[in-house]
């Protein structure tokens, strides 16, 4: 592989493809836009295709070595950390981490950035912000996140979700492909008041020759309700 970008990139349009996203967003919202602050690199495009924009993070760093960590978000509420662990196949050096962020909402070009942040608001709840030097999540009052600087196979891709102020969903992690692409696999919601519910990719993914769709949000609080009663899905 010549350099990262290719291969961050190739990951990033193969995931969408597999995705069959629901329609948040709109071209008008998502004009392309390829920027760099300090070792940031931060693209935004829309996939026509798939009604979808989507925001990538690079570590300009990484481009030499192969070893770095990258962001992708889209405007369905998908977050992805993905991992590049040196030259190699992709399935013994890449592996991916997601998580889902709800509500989801349509994606309205909430864009902020100065030099050393940037900002993408998810929804009302709250906004992910990255720091521009180490490219990193950055705490917040109401999100709190553990990042292992080290890029290594163990970490399960190195982010870890502290707090978030309502329901999100972590796929969990997986070399060379994306956690959501095994219909037997489990995710786990979680909520702001530490309940958690364990569920089946195909309780909650819609699997169809090769392409998954996440459920929309009603049909995702109907599934989860069924399966954990208890577990509160206040937004």
Sequence with gaps: MK?????????????????????????????????????????????????????????????????????????DGLFLVFNSYGSGPNSTHTGAREFYFFPR????????????????????????QFETKVIRLVNQFNFKVKTDPKINRNNQGGVEILKYPGVYLDLGFSMGRSPSDDPQRKGVFKNDLDQSC???????????????????????????????PDFLWKN
């Design 198 to 228: 364990t569920v089946q990719n195909k309780d909650i993914f819609d699997y169809k020759e090769g392409d998954s769709v996440l459920q929309g949000d009603n049909v995702l609080k109907e599934t989860v309700s069924k399966i954990c």
């Design 3 to 75: 350099n990262t970008k290719f291969r961050s990139y190739a990951f990033i349009f193969c995931l969408l493809f597999q995705l069959k996203l629901l329609a948040y967003s709109e071209p008008q919202n998502c004009q392309r836009w390829l920027t760099s602050l300090n070792n940031l690199q931060f693209l935004r495009n829309y996939q026509t295709d798939i009604s979808s924009c989507w925001l990538s993070l690079d570590n300009m760093n990484g481009y030499t070595n192969f070893v770095y960590r990258s962001y992708l978000v889209t405007s």
């Design 105 to 128: 909402e349509p994606f309205r070009n909430d864009v902020e950035m100065d030099q050393d942040t940037v900002s993408i608001k998810i929804n009302h709840l709250f906004k992910l």
